[in-house]
């Protein structure tokens, strides 16, 4: 347990601890991520073990099938966790970088210059590979980091934080540049929001309901990264067998993901070509359909779509289906109902892609690929913090770049303002 007093020491700690990251040398971080990454796998049966506490609990207390994948690591996952510790290590140091340069009438120097954000909270649930991921990134960006994940990933959190913090320690890194709130209690979400000019930003990773709880009690700004209601659309002139390879991978290949496509939209001059054959794949790999009445005329059988289910991230094998007029209809529908997450056009029409690209107001637009590929790791970025959905200063997956602000550094030889 800890108490009040104990949060704002630790806070405190790493405000400080933040002071001396942000003049380390991209060498002694960089050493210290790789150190990081195989320490990861030394420790790999320990993390595993620690997980199988969460995944025990998670299976009494009836978490879904979906929820338990996003909870599970394997010999795989940890490769992958030390892997982007370690690719990191590999990017560019954005810490120092100039920007812009300016040279004023007068004489004067500007530059404009990549420096860390601070102090950075993230408040997240179940996947704990969100543990190594945020420490390497805050690493890297020179900001202190705070985490506190969720009761049901506690012990493979902590597993994951005690092996890496042994190793921001063998490497000299300031004492409180990582650390982790071991207390699962709400009080403490609530404690860490208030500490407003120690802490620097919060992102909380989670469901929709942690979201809109952070952002309604933070007095320190929020990014949010909020539902993923990822939609496909399969328009008139799509390749079929691209658009069931396309629509198989956004739904199944991991359902409890921001990423997963949540509703397939479908261009009515299609529909009857391609629904049907479509919706059996994904029965047959236990999609549960919930589709508007078209849909239902030309597949019997299927569950009804209520007008909630258009708003629903199921983070699960279900899957909301509409038919629509066309490109404009679907735009439409998108961004009625949509997250400004992800979204994907299936089509050969230049025109109509094209369109979607430029109408489709979402952080990743997609033409002709699934949008599981809205990732950190895969966009090149080492991992990420998250998704963004917000438009002000990050959107979509952020990497280092994302955890850095700016200031102006100014020369001069004796200008005085007139």
Known sequence: MISKNGVKKLCEKAKEASRGLALLDSGAKDKALISMGKAILANSSYIINENKKDLETAKRIGLSDALIDRLTLNGPRIISMANSLISIAKLKDPVGEIVEKIRRPNGLLIKKVRVPIGVILII??????????????????????????????????????????????????????????????????????????????????????????????????????????????????ADIKMAKAICLNAKVQRPGVCNAMETLLVNRKIAKRFLPSMIKLFKDAGVEIRASKEVRRIVPGIKLATEEDWYTEYLDLILSVNIVKDADEAIKHIMKYGSYHSDAIVTNNKRNAEKFLKEVDSACVYVNASTRFTDGGVFGKGAEMGISTDKIHARGPMGIEELTSYKYVIYGRGQIRK
């Open 124 to 237: 997240y649930e179940s996947r704990p590979n969100v543990t190594s991921d945020c420490i390497g990134l805050c690493l890297k960006s020179g900001n202190a980091v705070i985490l506190r994940g969720g009761s049901e990933a506690v012990n493979s959190n902590i597993a994951i934080f005690n092996i890496l913090q042994a190793q921001a320690r063998k490497h000299a890194m300031p004492e409180g540049a990582i650390s982790i709130i071991k207390d699962t209690g709400r009080w403490v979400v609530d404690e860490l929001l208030m500490q407003s000019g120690i802490i620097d930003l919060v992102i909380p990773r989670g469901g929709e309901s942690l979201i809109k709880d952070v952002t309604e009690k933070s007095r320190i700004p929020v990014i949010k990264h909020y539902k993923g209601v990822c939609h496909t659309y399969v328009d008139e002139g």
